[in-house]
């Protein structure tokens, strides 16, 4: 069972910055997906994304103008390499990953069903940094599975097992492994 939400309710599936793989549509209809760890929240309805300009996923939020950040728990590890992989722009990353997509809420742009928690973003605008386009998107909606919402409606990250990248480009990734209060 899901959990569905609209605007900036959705951002607190994204507590503590995971590794995340973003989902975007290409042309043919084809999900696209790739890998990320560089984003972060820019206000309560706003994140931002590096993406490289020479990637489908750069070419893809620019013409249909919305992506989803969908957060994997360790389970799917195995995941990462895929969709990290040069896949065509015809195929999808998804698939030949052997996961399973989800409708959107609010968007034509699927998520990735076994991830704990997807937030969906309409296009914003770019801010272009060297090889990057610094992309920005405001949380439209997403979904979270009711197993990983925590006692505030966010995400839990022990429950969800999200991981940070560790020795990017290396595939070492860590789990949260406590709470220390101040």
Request: negative net charge; hydrophobic residues 45%; glycine residues 10%.
């Amino acid at each position: 069972m899901y959990h569905e939400a609209r605007g900036s309710e959705a951002l607190g599936f994204l507590a503590t910055k995971p590794l995340v793989f973003i989902t975007t549509l290409h042309a043919t209809g084809v999900v696209n997906a790739g890998v990320f760890g560089a984003y972060t929240n820019l206000s309560a309805e706003h994140v931002g994304a590096a993406v490289c300009v020479e990637s489908h996923t750069y070419a893809n939020i620019l013409r249909q103008k919305e992506f989803v950040i969908n957060v994997p728990g360790a389970d799917l590890v195995k995941s990462i390499a895929v969709i990290a992989d040069d896949v065509p722009p015809d195929k999808s990353e998804v698939e030949e990953a052997g996961l399973t997509l989800k409708p959107g809420v609010s968007l034509d742009t699927p998520s990735i069903a076994e991830c704990a928690a997807s937030v969906e973003f309409a296009f914003d605008r770019e801010v272009h940094i060297g090889y990057h386009g610094f992309l920005i998107g405001k949380a439209l909606g997403g979904w979270i599975k009711e197993e990983f919402r925590d006692v505030d409606g966010k995400i839990d990250i022990f429950k969800a097992a999200v991981m940070k990248d560790f020795k990017y480009p290396r595939p070492l990734y860590v789990l949260p492994g406590r709470i220390v209060e101040g």
